[in-house]
Each structure stands twice: as C-alpha cells, then as structure tokens.
C-alpha cells in the first residue's frame, strides 16, 4: 500500500507535546485499518529553511517533539500487544540538523547552536559538494500511552515507545508495542530522512512528511518494551563501499562512546577538511554506533562506523 491510498487521514494539527492518557483520540479505528498520517518536524515549526544560528539558541523547548494522535485501536486492552506496520512516507522537501547547547552526547564540548538546513526536494541529502547522505525516512518519536496518570516528557524514549530514534524503523518494519491503556492511544512524530544509528548530536535530519501505517492486535500477547522486525538488511543504502571505523573503549559505556564519536570527529576533520561542528552533525546523521564488547571488564568497546558511500566520486 502506498501513501494515499489509506482508509483514513490524520492531519498534524492534532498533536500533543506530552504522554497523556487523558487525551481525547483524534480518530478511532478498527485493527487491521490503514492510516496516513501528517507528522510535524520536531522543532513545531519553530525552524524552516531561512533559520539561523539565533533561532536554534531561542527554542522553545515546550514546544519541541510534537506527536501526532492519539489513534484508538477498537478492542485494545491493558496487556495486548499493537503491531504497527510501517507501509510508506510522502516526499519531504526540506530539513533541519542542530547542534542544540545543553544537548547531545558531547554537549559539554559543543556549547554553541549550529544549524544546517537542507534542500531535499531532489531527493537526496547533500551535506557539501563532496558528501551525499542517503535518504532513509523513519519516525523519530513512536509509541503507545502510558498507564500513569499525567503528562509526561516526549524527550526521553519509553516502555511504551517514545523518542527511541530508531533509524530502522522505515518502510516495511513491524514495530511491537506495548498496550498499557483501553485503545492504545497510537502517536507519532519527529519525523527524520536520515540518521546514524545513536543521533549523537541530538539531531538527525529532521524534516515533516507523512507517513503510512497499518495497525494489528494481538490479543492477549504481553510484552514489556517495544520489539521490532526488519523486512531485510538494515543498511544496504551504506555498505557497498565499505566502512571507516574508529573505537572507544572505557569501564563507562557512556565514556567509550563518547571516545570512539570523538575520535571520529577528530578523522572527518583531518581527512575530509570538516568543521568540527560539521563533523559532528554529520557523525549524527550518517554515523552508526555499535557495542563491540560488553563482557571484558573492567574495558567496554564502542565502534563508530562511517559509511565510505556518502562521499561522492
């Protein structure tokens, strides 16, 4: 199924900037329906293609991550299990890619905004005249309602979803999710065209667009955080050239990871004459992390893998 062709439409203007199960859901479905749904960026329109530096500074961070729904699935109950199918995304035209002070992996060495914004109306994602990043949509933000009464930040990921930025949510995946509340309560948003796997420096390429998907239940299947199935190899865009590969190692996960993104910036820097806030916004939208070794104490080992196919010639 393609991008209009769903059984029913959500538009952007029915959103929620926290997890709240009080609500009202903006469409109810039965299991088994199709939806498009129109997703926001995450900065709610805060930033467009004319944005500065000043305007990253002057973000209302109230106003940041925006979902779209609720969606009520007809017959979902505390204990099922929804699977989202992820049928398609609409074209997006433009997006955002920030360094945000007081966020990202490095905030405590990047303490100034920088923004770049792109032209993606040809369909690609050109970071200079050298560097191409391929386009690979995916909802940032994605999830169910929680069962604790209130609102509750979008900013963090969840058992019931959230901001889990998982890249390899895009077209075809079947993303499981928890269902803590009567109906569900399905919303998305933080639409993304690319990113590395741990969005280091807070940001992807962040962009608005639509998107496409299919709700089944199952009834009576409990799990306790999201699971997910990926139709094929998660990165065939990435691998044809091979990788360059820097590591970090240290008896803190969090420290390791920072060494081998460091170290990464460090090589962008040197070999391909990048900014070092350049090579840090790009480490966040083309870079993907991995845990190498977890078992070797007192030393854990993190790899930052750069794809070779994104520079151009």
Same mark, same amino acid.
């Given at each position: ?17 926290? *997890? ?29 293609? /004319? ?25 979902? /109950? ?15 035209? *433009?997006? *955002? ?16 905004? *920088? ?32 069962? #604790? ?49 741990? #969005? ?26 999201? /699971? ?42 040197? #070999? ?39 520079? /151009?010639?």
């Amino acid at each position: 199924m393609s991008m209009g062709k769903c059984q029913h439409s959500i538009h952007a203007h029915h959103r929620h900037f926290g *997890w709240d199960n009080t609500i009202l859901p903006a469409l109810e479905v039965e299991p088994g329906t199709s939806v498009e749904i129109e997703v926001g960026d995450a900065s709610a329109g805060q930033l467009h293609l /004319r944005s500065t530096m000043a305007d990253v500074g002057a973000l209302d961070f109230s106003r940041i991550n925006p979902v779209t729904g609720p969606i009520f699935i007809k017959g979902a /109950r505390p204990g099922d299990t929804l699977e989202v199918e992820i049928l398609d995304f609409g074209a997006t035209s *433009w997006g *955002w890619t920030a360094i945000i002070p007081g966020f990202g992996l490095l905030a405590d060495e990047f303490r100034e905004p *920088w923004l770049k914004t792109w032209d993606l109306s040809k369909g690609q994602a050109l970071f200079n005249d050298e560097i191409s990043v391929p386009i690979k949509p995916f909802p940032g933000t994605i999830g169910t309602a929680l069962k #604790e009464p209130g609102v509750h930040s979008i900013v963090p990921p969840r058992y019931n979803g959230g901001n889990m930025d998982i890249r390899h949510l895009t077209r075809g995946t079947r993303l499981l999710l928890p269902v803590s509340v009567e109906g569900a309560l399905f919303s998305v948003g933080d639409t993304h065209a690319a990113q590395g796997d741990g #969005e280091v420096c807070g940001t992807a390429i962040e962009a608005p667009m639509g998107m496409a998907v299919r709700f089944k239940l199952h009834k009576g299947r409990t799990i306790q955080e999201p /699971r997910y199935i990926i139709a094929g190899a998660p990165t065939p865009e990435a691998d044809a050239k091979g990788y360059y590969v820097t590591t970090g190692q240290a008896p803190d996960l969090h420290e390791a990871t920072r060494k081998a993104v460091r170290f990464m910036i460090e090589h962008l820097q040197e #070999e391909h004459a990048l900014s070092r806030e350049e090579a840090y916004a790009l480490c966040s939208v083309a870079v993907d992390l991995r845990i190498s070794e977890i078992v070797d104490a007192p030393n854990w080992l993190v790899s930052a893998f750069l794809p070779q196919a994104i520079f /151009r010639g």
